[in-house]
Structure formats: C-alpha cells, structure tokens
C-alpha cells in the first residue's frame, strides 16, 4: 500500500514542533516560559462566552448554511468593510472555521498547478505548505531591517514575477517580525499586483491587534478590493483562537467558489459559535481594549528587556504580539550555527521557549543575520521578566 506523493509537499506550522520539545521539558519537571506559540492566557470576553450559552440553550447545535449564518455575514460585511473603507456585503462574505482555511481555498479556487505563487519568507509555513501541497511553486520574497523595523524587498519581490506567477500572499501586521508597510509601501505594492495582474491573499489575522496608529489593508488601495481575498480571523481580535471562527472576504465570484469548498469540505462552521462572533462584533473595538491593553504592557516590558541583552536587538512593533529580535552575535559567541541550535540549546538550559526564524517558511540562500521570535500573548508579567533574565544570563555567559 503506497500514499499519494502530493504528501512530500505537505508542510506543517512548525511552532506546533516547539510545543511538543516545550511539552516534554515541562512533563520531565523543568520550568517552562512559552514565549513560542501565538496563543493566549487572557480568557475571551464574557460576553462572548455568554452569547455562546444562550445559542446552545436556544438549540444552535444542528446544521446551518455552508456560507455561514447570514447575520453573521452581514455583521461581518459591516465590520470589516468599516473599517478599510469598503463597501462589502454579505456575498463578499464566507464563514470559516477559522482563519487558515482560508489560504488552501483562496489557492484552489485561482492557482493552476504549476503557477508561480508569491509568499513572505520569513512568513506563517502554512503558506508555503498549502501552495506545493496543491501543485503550484512557492517563491518567495523578503523583508529588509532598518534598524529593527522590516520593509517590504520590492526590487527583490519585483524580480521574481514572471508570466507564470498568478497570486501574490501579503501579511501586513506580519508573522512573525511585526512588520507593517507604511501607505507609500502599499501603493507600491498594489501598483506590482495590477501591472502583473495577480490575485491576493491579503492574511489580515491581526489588523485589529494594535498599540499605535490605525490599521490599512491593501484591499483599500483603488483597484484592489476586486482582485484580493481578505484572511479575517477572530482568533487573535478577541483571545478566541481555539474557537476556530474566521472568514474569506473578496469578490463576490470568488466567495461563490469557496461557498462551494465549505461544502466539500466542512458542511459548516460550529453554528452556535457563529451567533456568538455576532455579539463580538458588537462589543468591537471597546470589548477588546483590555486584551490590547495588557498586550501593551507586555510588549513594552519584553522588547526592554530584550535589548538589554548584550548581542541582541529589537524594535518596537505597533502591531501583533510578537517580537522578531536579531541574535546573530549570540550565535556567533555561542559557537552556533542556525537559530534552531539556539532555540534548542536555551530550551535545555533556561525552559525558555521561543521560534526560531528557521520554522517560518525555507530560508532564502543569502540570507546573513540570524532572528527569533518570541510571541507574548500566553505568557504572564512575572513570567516574562523571569524569562528574559534566564535568556539574558544565557547570552551572556
């Protein structure tokens, strides 16, 4: 008995492969800090969870429509259309049980086997994952520091269009460097994606997940909205990630198609969870303030403590909870020669738990500095400060 070969190009999410070292440290009886997962410890707000009651006292548990519940949509259309200055509607609209669903189907919807798709790497390896997986070529482009604040390579991106390349993945609010392209830097970008005339994924998971400024999606851009899918998620907007509620949002023939995967793949997303994100929605940006507002405190504290590591550097990201600091001169002091041998090595001797920029997407050949990320929304104040002084004594040894 032999299994399909597409299987050779199935990745995974390979922060999922740190939990596992994270968990068998712990269960042998040593301290653990998890910096290495995007999860939470701040429960989802009350509200939701009551609404989520009240669906299943009111018989919410049976089938529902493969789209999604139609309030929901529309609630959706409203919220998100709001706030990029779009005017969607519910058949811009398909509910998903969770954001990731959303690239698979985007992909099998517009990418011909053997297409060229454009992704982010350092990127979610879901990405890459999903575009083999289903016959296309994943090529990747990549981010520029500047001091700690990660821009768009647009030459390098620009170079790799050819007349096979049909769809460009975009994560603005960025897994895992926090990166977010200032207006000029969308335009720009737009301007490749109509002059080449791709299809976009535009990953918006933590466009609401914000300390300063306000949020832009490169579906405003004029003449976008009509060629890009929006990756919407609840998971990270209001600390429900194991709720597994999210949405495809785009033009309405391309919903269709998707409508049609939901069906072939899911029947639907959980019915009762669906009534609760409508009272989310309601609750909005107000609801989530004391989510965001803790985030804050924790960003601040660990990028302070981070860039009071001699050898290590980080900026200050406006957006997401993580950090994306550069460690090449511990790599370079320690005798180490990836970030994965770093990773590996705190573990065992801090319980510090973080990725290394190895598991985001197959690095690019000339690639010289060496990252990490640590993400901070499952992990407490005492904690952090515990932590870091561990990854500091390390580092400096």
Not at 21 to 39: L, R, S
Not at 259 to 279: K, P, R, Y
């Amino acid at each position: 008995m032999q299994f399909a070969a597409r299987l050779e190009s199935l990745g995974t999410e390979s922060a999922f492969e740190v939990a596992r070292q994270t968990a068998e440290w712990k269960a042998a009886g040593n301290e653990v800090f998890p910096f290495h997962i995007g999860d939470f410890n701040i429960p989802t707000p009350q509200r939701v969870v009551d609404a989520m009651n009240r669906a299943i006292e009111n018989g919410k548990t049976g089938y529902c429509p493969p789209p999604g519940i139609p309030e929901l949509r529309e609630a959706l259309a409203d919220d998100v259309g709001k706030l990029r200055d779009i005017n969607y509607a519910m058949d811009n609209v398909i509910v998903q049980p969770g954001g990731k669903p959303t690239i698979g189907k985007f992909i099998l919807a517009v990418m011909e086997p053997g297409d060229e798709v454009l992704y982010p790497s350092p990127g979610f390896p879901i990405y890459e994952s999903m575009i083999e997986f289903h016959g296309g070529k994943a090529v990747p482009y990549t981010y520029i520091d500047n001091g700690g604040k990660f821009l768009l390579d647009l030459d390098q991106l620009k170079s790799n269009i050819t007349s096979k390349t049909s769809m460009l993945i975009f994560n603005n609010h960025h897994n895992p460097t926090a990166a977010e392209s200032p207006h000029d830097e969308l335009e720009a970008l737009a301007e490749i994606c109509m002059e080449n005339d791709l299809w976009v994924l535009s990953d918006e998971a933590y466009f609401e997940t914000r300390y300063e400024g306000e949020s832009e999606s490169i579906a405003s851009i004029p003449g976008m909205a009509e060629r890009t899918v929006i990756l919407y998620t609840f998971s990270k907007r209001f600390a429900m990630t194991g709720w597994r509620v999210g949405a495809s949002i785009g033009p309405p023939e391309v919903m269709e198609i998707i409508g049609q995967l939901n069906v072939n793949d899911e029947s639907c997303t959980n019915h009762f969870a669906q009534w609760a994100m409508i009272e989310a929605l309601e609750g909005g940006t107000e609801m989530c303030k004391p989510i965001t507002d803790e985030l804050r405190v924790r960003r601040d504290v660990a990028r302070d403590l981070l860039n009071g590591i001699k050898g290590v550097s980080v900026g200050s990201p406006s957006s997401t909870f993580y950090l994306f600091p550069k460690v090449t001169e511990v790599l370079e002091k320690k005798g180490l020669r990836n970030s994965i041998e770093l990773q590996e090595a705190v573990l065992k001797d801090t319980g510090v738990a973080f990725c290394p920029r190895s598991y985001f997407c197959t690095p690019l050949l000339d690639e010289k500095e060496h990252y990490v990320r640590f993400a901070y929304a499952g992990i407490g104040l005492d904690d952090i400060r515990e932590g870091m002084a561990r990854f500091k004594a390390y580092c400096e040894a």
